[in-house]
């Protein structure tokens, strides 16, 4: 038997002994950041049961009891135990089972699931390579603070270093990804204090992924939990007792709490009070260098949940801080959300006439280097606004860090005038985005940039928008503005380490969480370039018995790694022979040449060809029944020209004669007046605290 919390990164836990008998006591000890902390669990009164079934079954069960209700299982033969467990509480209506046949599908359909929903999500596998499988949904989960739960089976200890068939050493297997890690032992008997153990287990792993210890301290903690469960022969339950309740077949002493609570109710503790005097809040926040930094721009990255980014926007308006966004959470709509930012953000000529004094990081940038060039401006003071307690920082650059909770206190607001000349040089670049980006040309293919921008058109406040990586969110970003946009869609996007891995996975799963007992209004689009796609095309594989999303993707065709080409693998002068363009076309540009309508047939999933944007639009504006994909073939060629070409034209610098230098009388008399009536935000259903009142990024 092993337990070991997992300290933060670049911290260590060794279990130094395991599996001691003594007096009907089985003893660990584990060391946690140097000191050591002793488990038991004593026999008692043996129940006679199944010792396997009796464990699957109370694992479940206090699973479900702690908020578990959705559960993803990949089908093996040592996870039978749980299977079946699984299946009966899917049977009863305490949990919704998915069923899927590749490991690495199931891990990244649960993240979707959780991901959606905010609640935790568990995914089951047999022992062996089905456990690695699911390392990269859990590196995800860890880097984007996903609740995931993971159950993988195991052979019993007996078995362990004999060479025994599909055996490796599991516990550990996740390293310092999971917010905590457990080695349960498979039982050779069972009684009330072996099963209240189990139980006390679920409960502090579900406290570890949820990280209740954060909550109300402004901090993102939480995260993926590891449970490594031994199971010994026999792993079916007894004929008997098969497809009968397996739960209502143990004995009274292995029952959780009769009121159906969990066995350890863990409520919030707050690190830091919120309820924060005003005055006192704003002297924290704005205090030494930042205090006259009132020519704030602010760049909006990842946060991780859609409500902070609600909460952001309404900040920034409140402040009259223009926003550069990346086009994650709500999808940034705001009147104080510059259109077309990042090519604001790279035209050295409007900002050295803007010439910004501070600039505020809220969330994580993973997008845009021209983001970065405006960190490492000189002279301009960079802060950040983190949702985690760690902070993204590569350049080195940033000087003060703040917590989540510094969005609903106030800082000093901008001088009047200033968001509106930023907003200006944004909308200076939409003719020219739609002219380079062929938004109006119909003889032509489209561009990943008016397609992104097509989708994001047609979507509304209900909607959830999921993003690949590489091109599709870069797209969207250039032209966000270059088309009206009624509504804000909710965006989920795997920017923890931005892979593109299980990308058809996750939206599947972002589909899924809204049906069921969770119906919401509103559809599900994921936009992907044709690699995306196709590295995770398994996921289309839905068994004919399980739930089905109503799902449309619509896949960017460039037959291959369009996104190399706009780097420096894609300069002219590395094709200048024949020989070169051939290793760069080969190692970067990968040609596939796939027929995506015969791969979607085979999966008995819906595709179709569309030839242009109003096709596109007509075609999104249709319900999806079941999944269906939109293909829309570019040309990977143009990425590169019509990034030169945007690069190329430059907005018309902005009038300055409207904002006052931020020391100024006139400065200092528009931030007073703005502290005593802020601007009312244009969202007020997506502004100020992150309340259970508010629609949750389902």
Not at 227 to 241: G, I, K
Not at 309 to 319: K, P, Q, S, V
Not at 588 to 616: K, M, Q
Request: overall charge negative; aromatic content about 4%.
């Amino acid at each position: 038997m092993g337990v070991v919390d997992h300290p933060p990164a670049g911290g260590r836990a060794h279990v130094q002994g395991e599996d001691e008998r003594r007096d009907g006591v089985r003893e660990l000890d584990v060391e946690v950041r140097g000191h050591t902390a002793h488990c038991t669990a004593e026999r008692g009164t043996i129940v006679p049961v199944h010792p396997s079934t009796a464990l699957a079954t109370v694992l479940v069960d206090e699973l479900v009891r702690g908020g578990v209700r959705e559960a993803v299982l990949a089908p093996g033969s040592r996870s039978a135990p749980l299977a079946y467990a699984l299946e009966e509480a899917d049977r009863h209506g305490r949990l919704r089972l998915h069923v899927r046949i590749d490991e690495r599908s199931a891990g990244f359909l649960a993240l979707g699931l959780a991901r959606a929903s905010g609640a935790p999500v568990a995914v089951v596998t047999t022992s062996g390579t089905a456990v690695a499988n699911l390392h990269p949904a859990v590196l995800e989960a860890h880097h984007s603070h996903v609740p995931l739960v993971v159950l993988s089976a195991d052979r019993p200890g007996e078995l362990r270093g004999t060479g025994a068939n599909q055996t490796t050493h599991q516990p550990g297997i996740f390293a310092g990804a999971v917010r905590r890690e457990v080695d349960l032992p498979a039982p050779e008997s069972v009684s009330a204090r072996t099963a209240a153990f189990w139980r006390s287990t679920v409960c502090r792993a579900l406290a570890a992924a949820l990280d209740h210890a954060a909550r109300g301290s402004g901090w993102i903690r939480s995260g993926p939990v590891h449970l490594n469960v031994s199971f010994r022969d026999p792993l079916a339950p007894e004929l008997d007792t098969a497809g009968q309740g397996l739960a209502g077949e143990l004995p009274p002493e292995l029952h959780g709490r009769p009121d159906g609570s969990p066995w350890t109710v863990v409520w919030d503790v707050p690190l830091a009070d919120p309820a924060v005097d005003v005055d006192d809040a704003a002297a924290a926040v704005d205090s030494g260098e930042s205090a006259g930094g009132s020519r704030t721009v602010v760049l909006l990255g990842d946060l991780g949940d859609a409500r902070r980014h609600g909460a952001a926007l309404a900040w920034a308006e409140r402040h009259g801080y223009p926003v550069l966004a990346e086009p994650f959470g709500w999808l940034p709509h705001g009147r104080t959300v510059v259109p077309h930012g990042v090519l604001v953000a790279g035209d050295a000529a409007t900002v050295d006439a803007l010439a910004p004094e501070r600039v505020v990081v809220v969330g994580r940038l993973t997008l845009f280097r021209e983001f970065g060039s405006l960190l490492r401006r000189p002279g301009v003071v960079v802060e950040q606004v983190s949702a985690a307690p760690s902070w993204t920082d590569p350049s080195h650059v940033v000087r003060e860090v703040h917590g989540a909770l510094a969005l609903h206190r106030p800082w000093h607001p901008a001088p009047q005038g200033w968001a509106q000349s930023w907003l200006q040089a944004g909308r200076a670049w939409t003719e020219r985005v739609r002219e380079v980006a062929g938004f109006d040309r119909a003889d032509s293919p489209p561009t990943g940039v008016a397609v992104a921008t097509t989708v994001a058109a047609a979507l509304g406040e209900e909607d959830f928008l999921v993003l690949g990586s590489s091109n599709a969110p870069r797209d969207l970003a250039v032209g966000l503005g270059a088309l009206p946009q009624t509504g804000s869609p909710v965006v989920y996007a795997s920017r923890g380490l931005a892979g593109i891995d299980g990308t058809v996975a996750t939206a599947v799963g972002v589909a899924l969480a809204g049906i069921g007992e969770h119906i919401r209004p509103g559809r599900t689009v994921a936009l992907m370039g044709d690699l995306t796609f196709l590295h995770d095309a398994g996921a289309l594989l839905v068994g004919p018995g399980e739930p089905r999303p109503d799902l449309t993707v619509v896949v960017v065709n460039d037959d291959g790694g369009g996104i190399f080409s706009t780097l420096e693998y894609g300069e002219p002068a590395r094709s200048a022979s024949a020989a070169s363009a051939a290793a760069t076309e080969r190692l970067f540009g990968t040609p596939h040449g796939t027929d995506l309508g015969a791969l979607c047939a085979g999966y008995r999933v819906g595709h179709r060809l569309v030839g242009s944007l109003a096709e596109l639009a007509d075609q999104l504006g249709r319900p999806a029944e079941g999944i269906r994909v939109l293909e829309v073939r570019v040309d990977r060629a143009g990425h590169r020209a019509l990034r030169d070409a945007l690069r190329a034209a430059p907005a018309r610098p902005p009038a300055q004669k409207s904002i006052a230098p931020s020391g100024s009388t006139s400065a200092r008399i528009a931030r007073d007046s703005s502290r005593t009536a802020p601007e009312r935000s244009s969202r007020p259903d997506r502004a100020g605290t992150i309340a259970a009142s508010e629609r949750p990024p389902r």
